[in-house]
């Protein structure tokens, strides 16, 4: 009996150290990828805004803006290694009930990096245009480094800069700050009049850019808790800006944060438990179990050689 209950804990100690590095290497890299038929909606608001309203030919001041963005996956297209998600953001003011803008755009990125992939038809308003960098969400295990991100007005990867941990919305995070200085993403002909020009006729002037994007992201998912972009455009004759197009600071709202941060949650708590507490608690049962086994074992040898 004293050699069966020895032989069963060696045996279980054995399996126990073989599960703690598969669960460490193998399942938990399992889990650690981007869902291939994800579906999220979220929403950017925007207080005293300004814009340009092109079909009413003025400027429009104090405007409250909301920028409405839909990701979807695409199954059929993505593969074990590479998610393509498509993704459509239509911007309006809310009291007037005015479309401002939409955008579409279509990328493939690494399920665990979170990096673009060169593939799928990648593009930008139906653009083909190929997204390095991060691209819609940062990698698994996110570190507290600087990263690169695509960003689809300038159409061009730029640094994102690691700022620092904080808590945001009861939730552990690291903060990252893009920050792209005006650039060139166009030019826009208008009413000399409408620039304040004494010009007749039309001018043909330069559409600037600029942005300061902060996203706080939990480190463990990689996943957006929350994003802060303050944005302007506008249109430059001969290097003056002669005419804003959009200047304001659009966040995203509450129920936003809180899908975002349910959309983690899991991963969180999972995540943690199968990369480290459960293969440590294996390791050290596994130990136990065989030295157990071997102490059990050995005894009953010397108790066969006292016979």
Not at 130 to 145: D, H, Y
Request: charged share 25%; glycine share 10%; aromatic share 10%.
């Amino acid at each position: 009996m004293r050699r069966t209950v020895a032989v069963v804990c060696i045996a279980l100690g054995v399996c126990l150290l073989a599960l703690a590095p598969m669960l460490r290497f193998w399942t938990a890299d399992s889990l650690m990828k981007a869902p291939l038929d994800y579906y999220n909606k979220a929403t950017n608001r925007g207080e005293d805004v300004t814009y340009f309203s092109a079909e009413e030919m003025e400027l429009i001041e104090g405007a409250t803006v909301e920028a409405y963005t839909t990701v979807r996956g695409d199954v059929a297209a993505s593969d074990e290694q590479t998610a393509v998600w498509d993704q459509f953001t239509w911007v309006k003011d809310v009291e007037r009930d005015f479309a401002i803008s939409s955008t579409y755009r279509r990328a493939g990125h690494d399920r665990f990096t979170g990096r673009g992939v060169d593939c799928c038809d990648a593009s930008v308003n139906d653009e083909e245009v190929e997204q390095n960098g991060q691209i819609f969400k940062f990698p698994f295990l996110t570190e507290k480094r600087d990263y690169t991100f695509f960003d689809t007005t300038s159409r061009t990867t730029r640094p994102i800069t690691f700022e620092g941990e904080e808590e945001y919305h009861g939730v552990d995070v690291y903060r990252y700050e893009q920050v792209i200085d005006s650039v060139k993403i166009g030019e826009r002909t208008l009413p000399a009049s409408l620039l304040g020009m004494d010009d007749e006729g039309d001018v043909t002037g330069d559409e600037m850019y600029s942005i300061t994007r902060t996203y706080w992201i939990e480190p463990t998912t990689g996943v957006p808790i929350g994003l802060s972009e303050e944005q302007h455009r506008g249109v430059s004759v001969d290097g003056e800006e002669r005419l804003v197009l959009f200047d304001g600071t659009m966040v995203w709202d509450d129920e936003t944060i809180d899908g975002q941060i349910e959309s983690a949650e899991q991963g969180m708590l999972v995540l943690p438990l199968v990369r480290t507490v459960i293969p440590i608690i294996c390791l050290v049962a596994g130990v136990v179990f065989v030295a157990v086994g071997g102490v059990l074992l050995i005894g009953t040898g010397i108790r066969g050689n006292g016979h």
